[in-house]
């Protein structure tokens, strides 16, 4: 302020006029400048802020469309699940009647087997594979008695009916069927009127060279194979249950024999089911009726049908 005073005493009053004049001018210009600035650089943020809502706006219309997708996606993927829950309630049924169309091929074929194939006992073909048999004993296949005799049934394809046959051709043990070569197979075919090709096929030859080994080196295993079951509460007898899957069945409220023999295949997969993937991939179509074969106490015919079972499932 001194200095303005000192300098505005210097001039006289035309020349303080003009200072003030210029000062002024000054101001208004840079008043005038900064608005004009002020001014675009508010343009430039209602541009930025119009821009800023259109992309806003975009997102918000890409949002609402992902929105009413993914909505359709879930209703997509809950028709996908009725449907598979639809294909899995078929798929039990379709196993259900899986099962008990292998119940009844094995029946007929049990029945079959009991008949003997009779057409290739016509024109005397058993009788003359019976005195070709009784030759080759002593020579080609070791002699035997009833006093010798072995559990022919541990033979898988071997039941009852076929092990009395057997025997009344003089075979009653493991060492005996091991000695067969092919033409002795089909000597024996004939001679108890069995399907031609069923004795190759259930390798009775090398099911026998086993157990005979097992026979001369660990009887005792021999002796537990022979044992029948006893305990209708162990499930772990039914072909294909283990411990684990014994423990799923008696939590689902399966405890024995005989509730296993009445519960339906759809049923025994629902409990493998809610068990999980590792469960999932099990086959329980034979489960009830091993079980109805056990409840009954049909012991031989729950070995024969077990023998013609692979891993608890009908072959094939």
């Not at 208004?28 to 608005?35: A, F, R, V, Y």
């Not at 899986?98 to 094995?106: E, H, P, S, T, V």
């Not at 086993?210 to 772990?236: E, G, H, I």
């Amino acid at each position: 302020m001194d200095f303005l005073t000192d300098l505005f005493s210097l001039l006289d009053i035309r020349d303080s006029l003009l200072v003030l004049l210029f000062l002024f001018v000054a101001f208004l210009i840079g008043l005038i400048t900064g608005w004009l600035y002020w001014r675009r650089r508010l343009e430039e943020l209602r541009t930025e802020l119009t821009q800023t809502a259109q992309a806003l706006k975009l997102q918000r219309a890409e949002l609402d469309e992902i929105r009413i997708k993914l909505a359709n996606t879930e209703e997509d993927l809950h028709r996908a699940n009725m449907d598979a829950d639809n294909f899995r309630k078929k798929f039990h049924t379709c196993e259900e009647e899986k099962g008990q169309l292998r119940a009844d091929i094995y029946t007929l074929q049990e029945k079959a087997d009991g008949k003997g194939a009779t057409a290739t006992a016509k024109g005397g073909g058993a009788d003359a594979a019976k005195v070709a048999l009784s030759a080759a004993m002593g020579s080609r296949i070791t002699k035997a008695d009833a006093s010798e005799k072995d559990d022919l049934k541990l033979i898988n394809g071997v039941g009852p009916f076929i092990e009395k046959k057997l025997n009344a051709l003089g075979l009653y043990t493991y060492q005996q069927i091991s000695q067969f070569d092919d033409e002795l197979v089909d000597q024996v075919t004939d001679a108890i009127e069995f399907f031609p090709g069923r004795i190759a096929r259930d390798n009775w030859v090398g099911q026998a060279a086993a157990l005979y080994q097992t026979k001369l080196t660990n009887p005792a295993a021999l002796k537990k194979a022979k044992s029948t079951p006893s305990n209708p509460n162990d499930l772990k007898v039914i072909e294909g249950v283990g411990p684990k899957i014994e423990q799923l069945l008696k939590k689902g409220g399966i405890n024995n024999w005989d509730e296993l023999a009445n519960a339906t295949v759809s049923r025994l997969q629902e409990i493998l089911d809610t068990a999980g993937d590792r469960y999932r991939i099990h086959d329980p179509g034979t489960w009830p009726k091993q079980a109805e074969l056990l409840s009954k106490g049909d012991f031989a015919a729950f070995k024969e049908y077990t023998d013609f079972l692979q891993g608890g499932k009908s072959p094939g």
